[in-house]
């Protein structure tokens, strides 16, 4: 039984009350390790160890900085393989998935990051014969990250590693469904001579330790990944304390196919914007509008593809969709399948929990599901699900398909199929979504902005916006 520890002023240490929490296994539903149950004087600590260390750190030149979290990315890369095992142990997905995805992508943050603070660029405004003018942006302080389960270290590493370049210290929140690899990140920290209380990670459940952090007035602002209804309730805690906020919050994504589009590619991409991990990505394509003339074909060749996912055990090579990430986040996706055949759905594959031999008997399986027949403004098609359930519609006309589109309260990313250069830049410029993609999904350049509209979030991560957010500017005026 592995016992999890939090990291804090530059040491891995237990919670002061001496309380845990158990984390399972998604595959077998075996606990396997105990992370601590910390509690708001945990996070006192984190922030005492981060005011201290603030000052040094946010005088360090940029390079120096960013040597440091090179050096972080150079031991992730070199823990591939065992940040890859931990993570499919803590979160249910294929390790082959974590292996090529998340680690990766988490190494590249780091890596990213600690080379464009040296590029990020202020301001100058030149008045002739009167005044310049010239902004600079300072570290915002202490900053509290809090990421979520699904994309554990990925999502984890997107938050930390802009503040850190950015100079501020941090007190950073892991899910306590899925806490191992933060854990590991502390033992990588420690080894690449961070120094103590610039990172700082508690362990331990939202009403604890998130509101502990939002509620604390040392942290000087929030970045928040999770679901809009938690984001809503962060932003009432924070408003009245001027806290700075970044709410990456709920998607219910659309996946647009024209008829001109090319299938093949279509139906390959729109199987991964589906089931990607398990659907239990923000970003997943969970509506499937697909243009009348080849909405029969499109379905024929997607069913085959979804007949090829294989469900099994994560550790298997072969394994396409491994574990949902706990016993009640199953029993929500299933509470939402039987909703889809009270709304009239028709069922085309899955809908049934995978009720697995051998190690993963007792695991939380379930069949990649595809439904038709549902309204385009029934539950099913307006509220996030989060799980591998997605529903084909037809339609007819470009504007029925954008106001399909655009009816859910979420904003946060959309995918187009279509060969028409100009028909896609029309419909992606109409569609109100942070993100849209063309011919393509999940393609991430990390200099880009990335964030949803209406109540898939506030503010903006990534590249420059993510350095933006964690500076405060000053505007300074010199009279010639």
Same mark, same amino acid.
């Given at each position: 039984?592995?016992? !999890?520890?939090?990291?804090?002023?530059?040491?891995?240490?237990?919670?002061?009350?001496?309380?845990?929490?158990?984390?399972?296994?998604?595959?077998?539903?075996?606990?396997?390790?105990?992370?601590?149950?910390?509690?708001?004087?945990?996070?006192?600590?984190?922030?005492?160890?981060?005011?201290?260390?603030?000052?040094?750190?946010?005088?360090?030149?940029?390079?120096?900085?960013?040597?440091? +979290?090179?050096?972080?990315?150079?031991?992730?890369?070199?823990?591939?393989?065992?940040?890859?095992?931990?993570?499919?142990?803590?979160?249910?997905?294929?390790?082959?998935?974590?292996?090529?995805?998340?680690?990766?992508?988490?190494?590249?943050?780091?890596?990213?990051? #600690?080379?464009?603070?040296?590029?990020?660029?202020?301001?100058?405004?030149?008045?002739?014969?009167?005044?310049?003018?010239?902004?600079?942006?300072? =570290?915002?302080?202490?900053?509290?990250?809090?990421?979520? @389960?699904?994309?554990?270290?990925?999502? *984890?590493?997107?938050?930390?590693?802009?503040?850190?370049?950015?100079?501020?210290?941090?007190?950073?929140?892991?899910?306590?469904?899925?806490?191992?690899?933060?854990?590991?990140?502390?033992?990588?920290?420690?080894?690449?001579?961070?120094?103590?209380?610039?990172?700082?990670?508690?362990?331990?459940?939202?009403?604890?330790? #998130?509101?502990?952090?939002?509620?604390?007035?040392?942290?000087?602002?929030?970045?928040?990944? %999770?679901?809009?209804?938690?984001?809503?309730?962060?932003?009432?805690?924070?408003?009245?304390?001027?806290?700075? +906020?970044?709410?990456?919050?709920?998607?219910?994504?659309?996946?647009?196919?024209?008829?001109?589009?090319?299938?093949?590619?279509?139906?390959?991409?729109?199987?991964?914007?589906?089931?990607?991990?398990?659907?239990?990505?923000?970003?997943?394509?969970?509506?499937?509008?697909?243009?009348?003339?080849?909405?029969?074909?499109?379905?024929?060749?997607?069913?085959?593809?979804?007949?090829?996912?294989?469900? #099994?055990?994560?550790?298997?090579?072969?394994?396409?969709?491994?574990?949902?990430?706990?016993?009640?986040?199953?029993?929500?996706?299933?509470?939402?399948?039987?909703?889809?055949?009270?709304?009239?759905?028709?069922?085309?594959?899955?809908?049934?929990?995978?009720?697995?031999?051998?190690?993963?008997?007792?695991?939380?399986?379930?069949?990649?599901?595809?439904?038709? %027949?549902?309204?385009?403004?029934?539950?099913?098609?307006?509220?996030?699900?989060?799980?591998?359930?997605?529903?084909?519609?037809?339609?007819?006309?470009?504007?029925?398909? !954008?106001?399909?589109?655009?009816?859910?309260?979420?904003?946060?990313?959309?995918?187009?199929?279509?060969?028409?250069?100009?028909?896609?830049?029309?419909?992606?410029?109409?569609?109100?979504?942070?993100?849209? @993609?063309?011919?393509?999904?999940?393609?991430?350049?990390?200099?880009? =902005?990335?964030?949803?509209?209406?109540?898939? %979030?506030? #503010?903006?991560? %990534?590249?420059?916006?993510?350095?933006? *957010?964690?500076?405060?500017?000053?505007?300074?005026?010199?009279?010639?």
């Amino acid at each position: 039984m592995l016992q !999890l520890a939090n990291y804090i002023n530059g040491r891995l240490v237990p919670p002061t009350a001496g309380r845990y929490l158990p984390t399972t296994e998604p595959a077998t539903g075996l606990v396997y390790s105990q992370v601590p149950a910390s509690s708001a004087v945990d996070v006192e600590q984190a922030v005492v160890a981060a005011e201290a260390a603030l000052p040094t750190w946010r005088r360090m030149p940029a390079e120096e900085r960013g040597r440091l +979290l090179v050096r972080i990315a150079e031991l992730l890369d070199r823990d591939l393989e065992r940040l890859a095992q931990a993570e499919s142990l803590d979160n249910g997905k294929p390790v082959s998935l974590a292996r090529s995805v998340d680690i990766p992508r988490a190494a590249s943050n780091f890596a990213f990051f #600690g080379t464009a603070a040296q590029h990020f660029a202020s301001e100058t405004h030149f008045q002739e014969g009167v005044a310049l003018n010239y902004t600079v942006r300072h =570290p915002l302080g202490v900053v509290g990250c809090i990421s979520p @389960w699904n994309l554990p270290l990925y999502l *984890f590493t997107w938050k930390i590693a802009p503040a850190l370049a950015a100079g501020c210290c941090v007190v950073a929140k892991p899910s306590e469904i899925t806490p191992y690899t933060a854990f590991l990140l502390s033992e990588l920290c420690i080894e690449a001579g961070l120094p103590a209380g610039v990172l700082n990670i508690v362990h331990g459940t939202g009403p604890e330790v #998130g509101q502990a952090l939002v509620e604390h007035p040392g942290i000087k602002g929030i970045s928040f990944t %999770g679901g809009t209804a938690t984001g809503a309730h962060i932003a009432r805690t924070a408003a009245p304390l001027f806290k700075k +906020l970044s709410l990456e919050l709920g998607g219910k994504n659309p996946n647009i196919i024209f008829a001109d589009c090319d299938l093949a590619e279509a139906v390959q991409t729109s199987l991964r914007s589906s089931f990607s991990n398990q659907g239990q990505i923000c970003l997943c394509g969970a509506r499937i509008f697909i243009e009348r003339a080849i909405y029969e074909q499109f379905k024929a060749q997607f069913l085959e593809g979804v007949a090829s996912l294989t469900v #099994g055990d994560p550790l298997d090579a072969s394994t396409r969709q491994g574990a949902l990430v706990s016993e009640a986040h199953l029993q929500k996706v299933l509470g939402y399948i039987a909703l889809a055949h009270e709304e009239g759905g028709t069922l085309l594959a899955g809908g049934q929990q995978v009720r697995l031999q051998g190690r993963c008997a007792t695991g939380y399986f379930l069949q990649p599901t595809v439904f038709e %027949g549902l309204a385009p403004t029934c539950r099913v098609n307006q509220e996030e699900i989060f799980g591998p359930v997605v529903t084909l519609t037809p339609f007819d006309t470009e504007d029925d398909a !954008l106001h399909w589109a655009n009816s859910s309260e979420y904003g946060l990313a959309a995918t187009i199929w279509t060969k028409d250069l100009n028909k896609a830049h029309r419909v992606a410029h109409a569609l109100q979504a942070g993100i849209v @993609w063309v011919n393509t999904w999940l393609h991430r350049d990390l200099r880009t =902005p990335f964030g949803g509209m209406k109540n898939s %979030g506030v #503010g903006r991560e %990534g590249g420059v916006e993510a350095l933006r *957010f964690f500076t405060e500017p000053q505007s300074i005026t010199v009279k010639l």
